[in-house]
């Protein structure tokens, strides 16, 4: 079985320092909107994280055509190197000395606008130095590590972020500098794009808009990656309803039952449900891992979206504490079954010169996900809890017949690159051979 050591040094780097940094991110941005909210009002507050979605999503589809012209690395430098300045400016707009909600909110805007230009970079970095069977265990510690570092910083960010929010941004200001050094001395370039002459990069300046146009139609028109993004929407829609149109049911349906004489409500209930998740990823992550190498790949993908499918609308039904709990185990076992499998797909569909552009796209599976959920909220006040939780479990289903619809092409693309793998290794061994005689 494949171990960490066996990764490639960007792997174990992007692994460790990412771990550090989520935690102490996790302590200051969740608490971000209470922040603004206080400053600015609720309903301004609304609109500016909204601006801030937005502008992140669009800068990530400009980011990752970036990457594919200039790299990954060159990208990833610059944007950490800009997220540490903002950092700075977000310490000293929150210092004893000066305070300033307006300049915090600029360099937060800065911060989603850094991510946007190197998140997609990262993502196909990542793919670039991985070998497809090596996939499923990466993904599985990443997901791993970074829930395990949102609980842990999360619930430190409870305590300290209201008394001690300067001494955060100081400590996330350091943690962003030593992963730009990082990133500058320590990480390898994994892609080196084809070099142009100098009159098509003279062109290319003067026609980005439309080279960006062809880039991402090229993305467009692969219709198994397309369809495969269109699947995760509504998978991952299911998993975001839990602080939306559920939060919001369980708060005015669920009555209050007494547990070992704790009193708990639908509010606390959904905060009891958020915690188990996470609880069980960090916990039985590693078993279920190893568990599902026993099985094909599609086999374990299918599977999991009926696990997570019926937990989710088992949840959006049922007011007993007993048989949410259960349904949460259920949905989190398929959780987990899904997210390696389902990344390891990823990896596979887009070519090599095109990976960042095919990330930035993928990255709206999270936007998609959370506008449905968003948008169930306000469907929920119209429709009645029985249809309610038919239209999640449709949800469940049409990504369920979606996936099983393209798997064989998922199939066959993983396939192909593990045949170009094996050829490209065999290359290079002859070359090798080759030099030593």
């Known amino acids: 079985m494949m171990k960490f050591r066996d990764f490639h040094p960007n792997i174990k780097l992007r692994i460790i320092f990412g771990f550090f940094s989520e935690i102490i991110g996790s302590m200051i941005f969740p608490f971000m909107a209470i922040y603004f909210a206080v400053h600015f009002g609720a309903k301004l507050t609304g609109i500016l994280l909204i601006i801030n979605i937005i502008i992140g999503a669009l800068v990530g589809f400009y980011g ?6 200039m790299g990954r690395k060159k990208l990833m430098v610059i944007a950490e190197v800009l997220r540490s300045v903002s950092l700075i400016v977000m310490t000293f707009a929150n210092s004893p000395w000066f305070e300033s909600p307006t300049l915090t909110f600029l360099m937060f805007l800065v911060g989603s606008i850094c991510w946007g230009i190197e998140g997609p970079a990262t993502d196909a970095m990542l793919i670039d130095v991985s070998k497809p069977e090596q996939r499923k ?13 949102i609980a842990i910083g999360g619930a430190v960010g409870a305590f300290l972020f209201e008394d001690y929010l300067f001494e ?3 400590g996330m200001t350091v943690m962003s500098i030593i992963v730009a050094f990082v990133l500058i001395f320590f990480i390898q370039e994994s892609y080196v794009p084809k070099q142009t002459s100098n009159e098509n990069k003279s062109s290319k300046r003067l026609q980005v808009f439309r080279d960006i146009f062809q880039s991402y139609k090229t993305v467009a028109t692969d219709k198994v990656f397309i369809l495969f993004v269109i699947a995760g929407l509504f998978i991952q829609s299911l998993e975001f309803q839990l602080t939306n149109y559920i939060a919001v049911r369980l708060h005015d349906d669920m009555p209050t039952q007494s547990v070992f004489g704790w009193s708990i409500d639908g509010l606390q209930m959904t905060g009891i449900l958020r915690t188990e998740n996470t609880v069980l990823v960090v916990i039985f992550a590693a078993f279920v891992m190893k568990f599902i190498q026993k099985y094909k790949d599609k086999h374990v993908y299918l599977s999991s979206i009926v696990l997570f499918a019926i937990g989710y609308t088992a949840i959006s039904y049922f007011n007993n504490i007993w048989v949410l709990l259960v349904a949460m185990v259920i949905a989190t076992i398929g959780e987990l079954m899904r997210v390696p499998v389902q990344q390891s797909y990823m990896a596979a569909i887009p070519p090599d010169d095109k990976r960042s552009s095919y990330m930035a796209v993928n990255a709206f599976t999270y936007q998609g996900s959370m506008i449905l959920a968003s948008l169930s909220v306000t469907l929920g006040a119209f429709l009645s809890k029985e249809l309610m939780s038919m239209f999640l479990l449709i949800t469940g289903l049409a990504g369920y017949l979606i996936i099983n619809t393209i798997i064989p092409s998922l199939e066959q693309r993983v396939r192909s690159q593990e045949a170009a793998n094996k050829d490209s290794k065999k290359e290079a061994d002859f070359l090798l051979k080759e030099q030593v005689e």
């Open 64 to 69: 990752g055509y970036l990457s594919d012209l």
């Open 137 to 149: 265990i990466m993904y599985s510690i990443m997901y791993w590590s970074g829930n395990l570092s």
């Open 168 to 170: 955060l941004f100081i």
